[in-house]
């Protein structure tokens, strides 16, 4: 069985993060992500993560510029990869379509984040970014 890929987004603008808290599943409700989503077949990554975060928090493709990776690829189970990349939000205003919250923080407030357990891997590479 193929790997599914997880694309989650650092959405960065200035010197803030944006986080997005989960609404589902009940283990995970409440806690903090990266927003984003999986990738379909035959779509690349970089689409994929453009396509969740129109659905998600309700941006044009044109709010947001998709860069470079983040971090390692984090093995979730044997079946599925979360993989982060580095998003700048050009102009619009994130909303909460798919979750119960939105938030920025900076470096300084990361480790006090309620984070869902996969994306506590890319704390690190999150400070040094911001």
């Given at each position: 069985m193929p790997?599914?890929?997880?694309?989650?987004?650092?959405?960065?603008?200035?010197s803030r993060l944006l986080v997005a808290q989960r609404a589902r599943p009940p283990e995970l409700a409440g806690r903090w992500e990266?927003?984003?989503?999986?990738v379909a077949p035959g779509e690349t990554?970089?689409?994929a993560?453009?396509?969740?975060?129109?659905?998600?928090?309700?941006?044009a493709i044109g709010d947001i510029a998709v860069g470079d990776r983040l971090g390692a690829d984090i093995e979730l189970n044997g079946t599925t990869t979360l993989r982060a990349y580095r998003v700048r939000l050009l102009r619009g205003r994130p909303h909460p379509h798919d979750h119960q919250s939105l938030r920025w923080v900076t470096a300084?407030?990361?480790?006090?984040?309620?984070?869902?357990p996969a994306d506590r891997g890319w704390l690190e590479d999150l400070a040094g970014t911001l």
């Open positions: 790997t599914q890929i997880v694309v989650a987004a650092a959405v960065i603008s200035g990266l927003p984003g989503g999986k990554e970089r689409d993560l453009a396509r969740e975060l129109t659905e998600e928090l309700g941006l300084a407030e990361l480790h006090d984040v309620d984070w869902v």
